[in-house]
């Protein structure tokens, strides 16, 4: 042992002198050169070349692009993972309330994105089981998008919760505000041996959304498409493919080919706007090139009864729009109503009080909602509170007035909000946070009833007091629509001022929006591939 410490001692002496010694060489070299320098000028050093710079360059660059890809692949495969995969869920507790929500649209998903399935037994009941992303329908219409990129199952939601959800695809068929009863059935092509029952309530969100408004004008439910649901969009795209091909048909008179290539959208708000801009571009992008014989021959018409198109947008917008379809060479009729649906024409009553038959091959139907069957019947049953013909009246709450237990969000109540996807986000995301606060209360009422001391119940009292439901306040978050031609407009608040846009960087802006409002990493991705496959193969 001590040897070893002398020998290593000993090698670090050695290392020592000899350190000592070379740096003291090599400063005596140094004032040599330096001597030296001072009688002639030293060569100047070599330049690095621009080569070798580049590649280096070039290769921090590739360096960071394959880390940076390589944790944005893993994230991205972590996310997708995950939400392929759930995790076990809580069963249904006896001893808590059953919350039922009938719907499966924007304001029933919002609830169920932010609702804390823990505190309820959650029954989702609806006659689709699966969300339908509205905004983007028309893009479905012509094959920009397909069906399944806009399509959200609701189980897809319902598995990532805490607590198990029970979703049963049927359709509400009566709601009975006395016995807190919902009876519903099953009138899908396939049925069992049962299809129809009926299941209680503690709360009740009523979603259930409206149907397509047709003023009780002839031949629109026999002859128009509707662009309201799924199958509609798709109906309209077999229909739109089919007028061109009977066009295309041999020996079809010039007259016939004029009216089956003759299209007709009803109806001015942003569905009816940016239907008519995808018809365009599938128009100049795809027909042209698949149907060069036809293409100069279709024609798109947008019919409107009140003076302007798009009436919730800025003046400047609805002018810019209007340019922008003019250029495209879409005919906008203002302040023209439809008198009569026919099979092969449509009646038209212009501004001037004439009626006028035009031929056409297809006309579309996105002019208007009214109320469900359903919706109706419930409120015969509080004829005193609801008396509104145009929906449910709530209140500040979005409670039914007339009833304690149902709340009433989306498009079936008769709010002082536009009927649009935006505010029955808001109320479905607010009404999560109200069960969540009613679950609290319950749960102390639960306890004051148990007390076994005055004092204990004087607390629960004075918490159960402070458990205060604030009312639902709309914040505008501003309107976007599609116009054709790689143009979007915009009409938003910012600052609280209207900033108002339109233009190809618009568009961007108008897809970049929609894709961060879709609820999932799922549907992001199959819409951005399928934008990627129009552009570079067409629909």
Sequence with gaps: MSMSRTLVRSHVHVQKHFLTASTSRAQSGSVVSTGAAASQTPPPPPSQGRWRYFLQTLGRVTLVTVVGGKCSSATFYYIAHKEKNPGPQLPFDPSKKTLVILGSGWGATSL????????????????????????LLPSVAVGTLNARSILQPTRYLTRHKQR?????????????????????????????????????????????????????IPGVKEHACFMKELHDAEKMQGRFLDCVESAAFPGQSDEEKDRLLHMVVVGGGPTGIELSGELRDFLEEDLKSWYPELASRIRITLVEALPSVLPSFSKELIAYTERTFKESDIDILTKTMVRKVNEKSVVLKGPDGVEREVPCGMVVWAAGNTSRQITRDLMAKLPEDQANKRGITVDDHL??????????????TASS???????????????????????????????????????????LKKQVDKVKLKPFHYSHQ??????????????????????????????????????????????????????????????
């Excluded at 169920?112 to 905004?135: A, M, Q």
């Excluded at 039914?400 to 498009?411: L, Q, V």
């Excluded at 209207?498 to 961060?516: C, D, I, K, N, Q």
Aim: with cysteine; net charge negative; glycine share 8%.
């Design 112 to 135: 169920l994105k932010g609702l804390d399935t823990s505190d309820y037994n959650t029954i989702v009941v609806s006659p689709k089981n699966f969300f339908l992303f509205t905004p």
């Design 399 to 412: 409670r039914m007035k007339g009833s304690r237990d149902i709340f009433a969000i989306g498009d079936c």
């Design 417 to 459: 909000y536009a009927p649009t996807a935006q505010v029955a986000s808001q109320q479905g995301s607010y009404l999560s946070r109200v069960f969540k606060l009613l679950a609290k209360k319950d749960q102390l009422e639960a306890d004051l009833s148990h007390a076994e001391t005055s004092e204990e119940a004087e607390k």
């Design 164 to 216: 198990q959800v029970l979703v049963i695809e049927a359709e509400a068929k009566e709601v009975d505000p006395v016995n807190k009863t919902v009876t519903l059935s099953d009138d899908s092509e396939i049925r069992g041996q049962i299809s129809s029952t009926t299941i209680p309530y503690d709360y009740l969100v009523y979603a259930v959304g409206a149907e397509t408004q047709t003023f009780g």
């Design 478 to 539: 501003g309107s976007l629509a599609y116009i054709g031609s790689d143009k979007a407009i915009a009409d938003l608040p910012i600052f609280g001022r209207e900033w108002t846009s339109g233009g190809v960087a618009t568009f961007m802006f108008w897809r970049s929006a929609y894709l961060s409002t879709l609820f999932s990493l799922r549907n992001r991705s199959l819409v951005a591939g399928d934008w990627m496959r129009v552009k570079l193969w067409g629909r």
